[in-house]
């Protein structure tokens, strides 16, 4: 037994919650192969956190969800910050979405299921249940800063992809030198009269 499913195990019975184990069919395994092959070990425990998290607030809601699709979007979420899978022009987030794209309509998945999305709010955990998710997948000691270095170091090379949206600050906070496009510059500066 590997070390993430004895950890799965043990997260599981922390929380009395099934889902947070990682689900183990052929799809997942082949997606747990390539994140973890691809994305650094920080970037891969944030990404499993992610899938538990969606987990156990898809269950908390009562909302029926495919686990295989849930843990591919948490997986793939974060690809477009790696050298791999980052365009030179696109947000990182489309990155990710056409890695997740591609790889799961290789594999037979039709596009409607593609678009499934769940989201989560970490006071609406008790206490327990991060701890076992976080045991199963560790944070780093600094992961704050860590994972705004991890987004700056995926998207320093394209910073015209933050227009708009909060990696801006990412850029802001790191490089002294980047100036934010402007929205009201961009109207004011359009070729149209008025």
Not at 25 to 38: H, Q
Request: with cysteine; charged share 30%.
């Amino acid at each position: 037994m590997n070390k993430i499913a004895r950890v799965s195990k043990a997260a599981v019975r922390a929380t009395t919650v099934d889902v947070s184990s990682m689900p183990d069919s052929k799809l997942c395994r082949e997606i747990t192969e390539l994140v973890r092959d691809t994305e650094s070990e920080l970037l891969f425990n944030h990404s499993s956190r992610v899938y538990c998290f969606g987990a156990l607030t898809g269950r908390r809601r009562g909302l029926q969800f495919d686990r295989e699709l849930l843990y591919a979007g948490a997986m793939f979420h974060d690809m477009g910050l790696t050298q791999k899978h980052s365009s030179p022009g696109e947000r990182f987030e489309v990155d990710g979405a056409n890695a997740a794209r591609d790889f799961l309509k290789a594999r037979g998945i039709a596009r409607p299921k593609l678009d499934l999305v769940l989201g989560i709010a970490y006071e609406e955990f008790p206490e327990a249940q991060r701890e076992a998710v976080v045991a199963a997948w560790p944070r780093t000691p600094h992961f704050k800063e860590d994972i705004i270095q991890t987004f700056y170091d995926g998207i320093k090379h394209k910073p015209d992809t933050t227009f708009g949206n909060v990696k801006a600050d990412v850029l802001a906070d790191k490089d002294p030198h980047f100036h934010r496009g402007n929205f009201c510059s961009v109207i004011r500066g359009s070729l149209w009269p008025g």
